[in-house]
């Protein structure tokens, strides 16, 4: 059974930094595009970064410069380092992997980052 376990969230003060992690377990091959995606309240998730299998980068406009997405392929996991954080950046941040013969999504279960003003 495929998983996704993000590790990282938690409490940091405006300006400061955070590390995320998501280690994906019973994908067998073929993992394409890992990525971040996060929700505020009452909104629909959107897309931080993503990083393809090549490791093609995307950013959201708002965290370019900011936050680096990187994958390890052999651990099945990937990584977003956030930087220069922002209060108006809590939220849930969630995992994405897109695996498989038929490119299905996998989602990790959230974690929260609360920045501290």
């Known amino acids: 059974q495929v998983q996704l376990v993000e590790s990282g969230g938690g409490l940091v003060q405006a300006g400061g930094s955070l590390r995320l992690s998501c280690a994906a377990s019973?994908?067998?091959?073929?993992?394409?595009?890992m990525g971040w995606y996060r929700q505020f309240p009452g909104k629909q998730r959107e897309l931080v970064a993503d990083i393809t299998s090549g490791g093609s980068t995307n950013y959201a406009d708002s965290v370019k410069g900011r936050f680096t997405i990187s994958r390890d392929n052999i651990k099945n996991t990937s990584y977003l380092q956030m930087n220069s954080l922002k209060p108006e950046e809590k939220a849930v941040y969630y995992c994405?992997?897109?695996?498989?013969?038929?490119?299905?999504?996998?989602w990790g279960q959230g974690t929260q980052v609360t920045v501290s003003s």
């Open positions: 019973g994908i067998l091959f073929n993992i394409r595009t």
């Open positions: 994405n992997t897109v695996a498989g013969l038929y490119a299905r999504n996998y």
